[in-house]
């Protein structure tokens, strides 16, 4: 029976639904769009909330961790001079350590709250840029959650994500929402075989962030195990084509601006609560072994993730039946967070529409999300003692790297559950 890469095979149609829409690819039945989208909006005005105790008094450590308030938006729109007028891009003086358009979205932001701002003090324009991109980031996450919705077909997944109290506390912390709409928007678009498209996407999605990227890498294992390499280059292409058509323009205009995201990205040490970072604080004092440095942990972690990702090509090949696009995705995004050098709070951003899409299990889903929101408090519960010099710092720090072990576990153990659902070919998970 002949197949399209990636998409699951016909069945019969349930009672009332159109025989010839693919699974999956249906509106939420029983569930209308606008409370779907009401849902979301929820979500995005919780999250707001949770910022208002900084938005309401001040954006400056270690307040901003002591109160569980802590968002990159304002504390990068005074650090990197934006607040005086000085934007990356427009100004060459003005660098930020995020690729092409992520920093065109902060630095045209920055221009909107500049100009609301006025002769407003430092802290009251910091709050006017959080509020520009908090509107903004409530309308991606509405859309992400939309789509999300037509891809899953059922409402208690869909849901299930409009809601997730994961998004509460990370969803205005960066800009990662953006690259989420991209990549779910390029999934809808790889299961209707659209690969120019769904490509195009994964590389806009890449100039906002790198993780989009990896999800080419699910398209090679599909291709291999059919040995039909057409989508796979069709949609690389389109990802190729897409990134450069933006980043092209950005180095030849500012190339300073354009290389210091990637010379960070190489420079920078063991991030907080990546698996390195917690040896370096963890085993490395209690063991007496030697600290990572940061030339090793990039060595050790690109290793780490090749392998990963050899395991996923090895899983894919020998699986009774072919995966699904999305769960292969999800294993090669989760290799990613599990083996990176870092991993900030609201990376778990990433993998809320995957896991959902891999294997929507509410309890599973639920406890996952319990999990790290525990990390989320514990991150900044530790920073905020740690920076002031509080008494009970060490006991901070110990939760704080329990919750990093509990994080790496949860995502760990969801990592086993999908791959064995592509090992015995459960395609279709309840």
């Keep these: ?18 025989p010839g829409r693919r699974p999956g690819s249906a509106p939420v039945r029983g569930l209308g769009p606008w409370v779907l989208a009401g849902f979301a909006l929820h979500t995005a005005l919780l999250a707001y909330v949770v910022k208002l105790p900084c938005r309401l ?14 968002s990159d938006l304002p504390t990068l729109y005074a650090s990197t001079g934006m607040a005086e007028g000085r934007f990356p891009y427009l100004d060459p003086g003005a660098l930020l350590e995020y690729p092409v358009l992520q ?4 630095s045209a932001t920055g221009v909107v709250a500049h100009a609301l701002s006025g002769a407003a003090s430092e802290n009251a324009s910091q709050g006017i840029y959080f509020d520009v991109n908090a ?23 869909a849901v299930l994500a409009a809601l997730a109290p ?5 969803g205005f912390v960066n800009w990662d929402l953006w690259p989420v709409l991209c990549t779910v928007l390029a999934l809808l678009a790889l299961r209707r075989s659209r690969w120019l498209v769904g490509g195009a996407l994964l590389g806009v999605g890449t100039a906002f962030k790198l993780f989009p990227f990896l999800v080419l890498g699910a398209l090679v294992v599909l291709a ?51 698996v390195w970072h ?3 604080g963890v085993a490395v004092p209690r063991l007496g072994a030697q600290p990572l440095s940061a030339e090793q942990i990039n060595v050790l972690a690109l290793g780490a993730f090749a392998l990963a990702c050899a395991l996923v090509l090895v899983l894919g090949l020998v699986a009774r039946e072919e995966p699904r696009l999305e769960q292969l995705a999800f294993l090669v995004l989760a290799a990613f967070v599990l083996t990176n050098k870092v991993y900030s709070p609201q990376f778990v951003l990433w993998l809320v529409p995957l896991v959902l899409l891999a294997r929507p299990r509410t309890v599973e889903f639920v406890v996952w999300q319990v999990v790290e929101v525990f990390h989320w408090a514990a991150v900044f519960s530790w920073l905020g003692r740690a920076s002031a010099g509080l008494p009970g710092t060490e006991a901070a720090e110990d939760v704080y790297f329990l919750a990093v072990a509990l994080h790496t576990l949860a995502v760990g153990y969801l990592v086993v559950r999908v791959a064995a659902d592509v090992l015995h070919g459960r395609r279709e998970t309840r």
């Excluded at 029976?1 to 159109?18: D, I, K, N, W």
């Excluded at 901003?64 to 308030?69: G, K």
């Excluded at 500012?254 to 990637?262: L, N, R």
């Design 1 to 18: 029976m002949s197949v399209r890469l990636g998409t699951a095979p016909a069945e019969p149609a349930p009672a009332g639904e159109h």
């Design 278 to 280: 917690w040896w370096n």
């Design 135 to 157: 509107l903004l980031l409530a309308g991606v996450w509405v859309a992400v959650v939309l789509v999300l919705g037509r891809m899953l077909g059922r409402p208690g997944p």
């Design 224 to 274: 291999l195990r059919r040995r039909e390499a057409g989508p796979a280059l069709l949609a690389a292409a389109g990802a190729a084509g897409a990134w450069a058509a933006v980043n092209v323009p950005a180095a030849l205009a500012d190339p300073v601006q354009w290389g210091y995201f990637w010379r960070f990205s190489q420079d920078r040490g063991a991030g907080f609560s990546s």
């Design 166 to 170: 994961a998004v509460v506390v990370t």
């Design 57 to 70: 008094t001040s954006w400056d450590p270690p307040g901003t961790f002591q109160t569980l308030c802590y």
């Design 103 to 106: 920093t065109v979205v902060a």
